[in-house]
């Protein structure tokens, strides 16, 4: 019998421990957990921007590779982006470009040049984007605002 009156007494004396282990581990992981979920938003916004380059230069190769078609290329890669709050600022910076590269180098040449034997010229077409992304709340150690890049380069010609 002593020893079921040993063991009440220490459950007795243990009988809030639970709880306030709970409650000091909780302030410890709570902001660790929602500054996990609200940086892991970074890779939505990543992807987003990646596909809006993509759209623009999609665009791009059903269009003539000039510097009339600029302007749709980058309202074809802003309207791919629909998903961006207005309170982040997406752009497509610097403006998209077409230029000229042989095959068996990247450098880029003028479009009126030749490559050498069995090379041949292409016409290429490259979209940049970016969005500012700006965190929920602040955290110590940690950046409020990350710069997201997104870019995509097409042959189109």
């Known amino acids: 019998m ?8 220490r459950r007795a004396n243990q009988s809030g421990s639970a709880f306030i282990e709970f409650a000091l581990v909780s302030l410890i992981m709570l902001p ?9 938003r ?10 809006a380059a993509r759209a623009g230069t999609q665009y791009a190769l059903n269009s003539a590779p000039n510097e009339a078609a600029v302007a749709s290329i980058e309202a074809a890669a802003t309207a791919d982006a629909s998903n961006v709050p207005s309170s982040m600022s997406f752009a497509t910076t610097p403006a998209p470009t077409f230029f000229c590269a042989c095959s068996n180098s990247t450098a880029q040449v003028s479009c009126t040049s030749t490559c050498g034997t069995g090379y041949t010229l292409g016409t290429y077409s490259q979209v940049n984007t970016q969005l500012t992304f700006t965190t929920y709340f602040k955290y110590p ?5 990350i710069t997201v890049t997104g870019q995509s380069i097409v042959q189109v010609h």
């Open 2 to 9: 002593r020893t079921g009156k040993l063991s009440d007494r």
């Open 32 to 40: 660790i957990f929602f500054a996990v979920i609200d940086y892991s």
């Open 42 to 51: 970074v890779f939505y916004y990543g992807a987003i921007v990646q596909g």
């Open 141 to 145: 150690l940690l950046p409020t605002s």
